[in-house]
């Protein structure tokens, strides 16, 4: 028991401190976004509904069983079944972040992409912690129809890309999480900075020497 609510101490303040960190660098505004991780028990720390991800509380946030059932902390976000889909399909994720961040929301926005992988390889990064990224159709806010549509390419994807919403991005560590969900974000910048003009992304043999790594 002891063992567990030291991990929990933990986690609860690196969820703060990564909420902080995007919200400090404009990746997430208002009261935007959620981020989410998974004790060892299998238990579920989750930030609450309505809150700002730069002014977080360690002590509020809402905590699930393993089985999904809200236990304690404030009323958890109304996207929680983003952060169960991934779970459920993604056995090594310990860790989800979802934003409305500003250049992937207008990536997900644009006719042109290709549904099954919106974004080219444009570095060597963006291949190794995001790799393909499918768009999710749009759904309003609260559809059963969302999760049914996350669920179904996360069991291949550990990243999505919400079309007119997000991306929600699945991580071994919350960290990883966080990074590749920045480099998804700087990724979508570089793709509108250049849209319009020929590129030269990895080929594919590049990209799969990356993804073999």
């Not at 779970?87 to 961040?101: D, M, R």
């Not at 919350?174 to 590129?199: D, N, P, S």
Request: net charge negative; proline share 6%.
């Amino acid at each position: 028991m002891t063992t567990i609510l030291s991990e929990q101490t933990k986690l609860r303040d690196e969820i703060v401190s990564v909420g902080a960190s995007l919200f400090n660098r404009g990746l997430t505004f208002g009261s935007t976004g959620n981020i989410s991780a998974r004790l060892s028990n299998g238990e579920l720390l989750m930030t609450p509904t309505n809150v700002s991800l730069g002014t977080l509380d360690p002590g509020r946030l809402s905590r699930f069983t393993a089985e999904g059932v809200h236990v304690d902390g404030d009323k958890p976000t109304k996207e929680a079944f983003l952060h169960r889909c991934m779970y459920c399909e993604q056995a090594q994720a310990n860790a989800v972040v979802h934003l409305h961040s500003t250049h992937s929301v207008a990536v997900s926005i644009l006719a042109d992409v290709n549904p099954q992988d919106v974004l080219p390889p444009l570095t060597a990064y963006y291949v190794m912690r995001v790799g393909a990224l499918p768009l999710v159709p749009y759904y309003p806010p609260g559809d059963e129809a969302l999760a049914l549509a996350v669920s179904e390419k996360a069991r291949t994807h550990h990243a999505v890309l919400l079309a007119n919403h997000g991306p929600v991005v699945a991580g071994k560590t919350l960290h990883e999480a966080q990074y590749a969900v920045e480099e998804l974000e700087e990724t979508a910048k570089l793709f509108l900075l250049l849209h319009g003009r020929t590129i030269r992304p990895l080929t594919a043999e590049q990209a799969a020497a990356l993804k073999r790594i």
